[in-house]
């Protein structure tokens, strides 16, 4: 079975086909197609004998088998399959019509495989291949690129020989351009394969695939191959192996960056991100520590740096245009590199950067990379005989030789595999130098150790972690971003990928846990899967919380409780569960509000410390975000107008404000607990927010439109950043896992009430605004005082505690007094409300004055049903418009009137106390027309920000200036979109966006 001792069993065959054995009987039988005939003889070739019976039947035989009593046939012009009895080939039986271009067939029988031979027990010692010769004897061979050692059992690859690649895959080829046999089974199965390395040591071939955007590896012999990076990267073109300290390095044009992993693909980092200008080509020299790449971009050069991407200089940056290939040749201490536009091959002395030589010029080429090795430099040509690789002399290259031709202009990279290159050593080849991640060798015997995930310990080898980091969703995979230095690109944590739990992650939560456990617990929830799932922060410890939950959106954790919130569309429900089911008054899996069909309930979020919960609501028809109680009671709605899908929903907890996004209108917006207060922080596209995210100054999203991570400032909206773009899938869930993210305990007014008197509110920067009920007056030291200390009868509640709140706040979902009187179920649920007041939907009671003055006093707009046209009140005020307002509103420098009225004319336009959109005060002027305050990064935006679009006049037209496709180019040459045509609102400062609606 070696291929020895062949021997030619019968001739003059007439197309012989269909090769069958008989293991019972030892017989070989086959087809005679052109006879029609099947014919039989001993496996020797002695006793052939001849079935003619089928001359008739059998039109164009095209395969055989045998098993038992039966043979079983194949006829192509027939198109049928059949049987016949194997002793005389007589009873003729068709199985099946209509079955052409059968070409081959076996019969399944597990009693034809059995018997021994010497290959069957430990592969018969062979390393690789092991043939039977007889039946005590066998034969060991070798794949391509190996040859068998003189103990005739192991194989051994040969020591050197040229790897190149073409987009279908990467080939090996021997050194000698007069041998044209193969060094290497053909690696296949790639798209668009560029950059190709070895380890020898590890007999392993790496390269690049840029069709399938991801790094893989194979061992020579190809008994083993996996994919080592497969996330995360553009354009990878370039790849160099460290076979010391075991990294390997890759180059990514798309996203100009330079990074490192292990040969295994962990640890992975960013080794240079700054001043790289489209990187193709990269080498390494692990003995000197160098780090060698070539750049494309405006200014093409060939830089050098440490391995750990420090101390780098530029060695070349003049004639060149296109540096393709690069290549180190360790004997001479040189650096070559081939160039695409001048047609050349030039080399210098690698550590100064001096003695620069063309090794090869010539015309009508195209170079796309070079490899040195021994006395000779090798490089791809594909202009020369449709695509080939070429060899000469480094001393000169006259006299170049062609080793293979044909190969296409897909033939991209050539490299020397060899095994004389890995010599030496450095500080990181023994135990990775001590470090815990990764180790930098930077020259003359120093080595730098570097976490990719993590911060390096003081003792400048361990890694420790991060306080906290941003996690985020990209379906498949979870991936997280620096919270304390946004331009280091590396993951605070190792990202996630595993597909056999992993399908489609939307919503994330997370329980803050590493000072005790040393990891925090991660909740998501997989819409693949229908499940909810925990995992730790180090990926260990994963296990199923909850099956079929439906599509769940929201996810929200109760730390105290330990309990997992969540929101499921398809069933219009909010559940919860206690994670540890055997903590004592843990809570069973229960629906703690039940919506209606209509009602489909997406983003969650908790405020442990009121026992609020507030989620967002995508009723087609009435899309709100609601609240209630973490029980689901005294369920109420706080946002119903001038919104769509929000998509995002989260809580500042230090500020107790919410923010919210709405991915048609394309806002982020913020509002306090009752919805009051609405404030747009930022204007986008539409479809551009998805998830939310609160931490210190800034807000976070995940981008559906650009699939990309962002962050603002969470007051103003300005200093917009991109983290991460270019993101595969739409990045969907994100959180802030944090030790004060969810911690509403950081509330300034959880602390002596922040030292107020009487109402403890704060401003959107979370500073304290103390504030006094009904009619008492604040005095410096933040007391409250009243000439009465008796409640007003008609106006007042009287606490249980003795103290006084407007009665209007009562029943409204907040506690107000501190005692939580105003709020309790057997009174708000038995009530009628006092002479003066009137009932709302919802249970409130609203002052009869302020029923059908076209503001919602109820919230829930009862108050504003079945009116018709009213004057206003005595204690009302009429906006220019004709509409009624409180009093108390008017020069408030919140715009009440449509016209903006009520803060024209005001006295009081001192903005350094404007804390309502909390923030810093020097930052904001006055509109002076108004009594608002505003931004200077305001002014000529297109957005009407004092009321009286004062920001907005007098702005420089841009008549040049084109909007993009979905939005509408303002007289002023400002641009908004086009969803915000005739919404009844002038985005444009003339109201151009209104006009002819």
Known sequence: MDGSNSKVLHQNQRDP???????????????????????????DGSGLEVLDTLKRELAKGTALAVMGGKLWWADDESAQLGTVTKRDGRNFVVLRNKTSGVVHMKVYDREGQKGRNPCQVNNGGCSQLCFPTSENTRSCSCTVGYNLRSDRSSCEGVDSFLLYSIHEGIRGIALDPNDNSEALMPITGTLFAVGV????????????????????????????????????????????????????????????????????????????????????????????????????????????????????????????????????????????????????????????????????????????????????????????????????????????????????????????????????????????????????????GRRTCSCAHGRLADDGFACERYEGYLLFSERTILKSIHLSDENDLNSPVQPMENPAFFKNIVALAFDYSQSKSGTNRIFFSDAHYGNIQLINDDWTGRYIIAENVGSVEGLAYHRAWDTLYWTSSTISTISRQTVDQKKVGAYPRQAVVTLSEEDHPHVLALDECQSLMFWTNWNEQRPSIMRSTLAGKNIRIIISSDILTPNGLTIDHKAEKLYFSDGSLGKIESCDYDGSSRYVILKSGTGNFYGLAIYADFIYWSDWTRRAVLRSNKYTGGDTKVLRADIPHQPMGIIAVAKDTNNCELSPCRHMNGGCGDLCLLTAHGRVNCSCRGERVLLDDNRCVSENSLCNIYTEFECGNGEC?????????????????????????????????????????????????????????????????TTCGSSEISCKDGSCVPMSAWCNQVIDCADASDEKNCNHTDCSHF???????????????????????????????????????????????????????????????????????????????????
């Open 17 to 43: 086909l269909g090769l069958s054995i008989d293991f019972t009987a030892n017989k070989l039988y086959w087809i005679s197609s052109a006879n029609g005939t099947i014919n039989r003889c001993n496996l």
């Open 197 to 444: 390395d070895f380890h020898a040591g590890n007999d392993t071939v790496y390269w690049t695939d840029m069709g399938l955007n991801r790094i893989s590896r194979a061992k020579r012999d190809q008994t083993w191959r996996e994919d080592v990076i497969t996330t995360g990267i553009s354009r990878v073109e370039g790849i160099a192996v460290d076979w010391i300290a075991g990294n390997l390095y890759w180059t990514d044009h798309g996203f100009n960056l330079i990074e490192i992993s292990h040969l295994n693909g962990a640890y992975r980092s960013v080794v240079i991100s700054e001043g790289l200008d489209q990187p193709r080509a990269i080498a390494v020299h692990p003995q000197k520590g160098y780090l060698f790449w070539t750049e494309w971009g405006q200014n093409p050069c060939i830089g050098r740096s440490r391995l750990d991407g420090s101390d780098q200089v530029t060695l070349v940056n003049s004639g060149i245009v296109w540096p393709n290939g690069i290549s180190i040749d360790f004997e001479e201490n040189t650096l070559y590199w081939c160039d695409a536009r001048t047609d050349k091959i030039e080399r210098i002395n690698l550590e100064t950067g001096e003695s620069r030589e063309i090794v090869l010029s010539a015309a009508n080429v195209d170079l796309f990379s070079v490899a040195v090795f021994g006395p000779y430099i090798y490089w791809s040509d594909r202009a020369h005989s449709n695509g080939s690789i070429r060899r000469a002399f480094k001393t000169g290259t006259n006299e170049a030789a062609t080793m293979r031709s044909g190969l296409g202009v897909n033939l991209k990279d050539v490299t020397v595999f060899n095994r004389d290159r890995e010599k030496g050593t450095n500080p990181c080849a023994r135990s990775n130098g001590g470090c815990q991640q990764l180790c930098f060798h930077l020259g003359s």
């Open 915 to 997: 804390y309502k959109l909390g923030v810093k005060e020097k930052d904001f002027i006055s509109c002076n027309s108004t009594s608002l305050c505003i931004h200077p990064s305001w002014i000529c935006d297109g957005a009407n920000d004092c009321g009286d679009y004062a920001d907005e006049t007098n702005c420089q037209v841009s008549h040049g200036q084109k909007c993009e496709e979905g939005h509408f180019a303002c007289p002023s040459g400002n641009c908004i979109s086009s969803v915000w045509l005739c919404d009844g609102q002038k985005d444009c400062e003339d109201g151009a966006d209104e006009f002819q609606c």
């Open 805 to 869: 709140i407007d009665y209007q706040l009562t029943c409204d979902g907040v506690a107000h007094c501190k005692d939580k009187s105003d709020e309790k179920m057997q009174y708000c649920d038995n009530r009628t409300c006092r002479r003066g007041f009137r009932p709302c939907y919802n249970q409130r009671c609203v002052a009869s004055g302020r029923f059908c003055d076209g503001i919602d006093d109820c919230g829930d707009n009862s108050d504003e049903a079945f009116c018709s046209n």
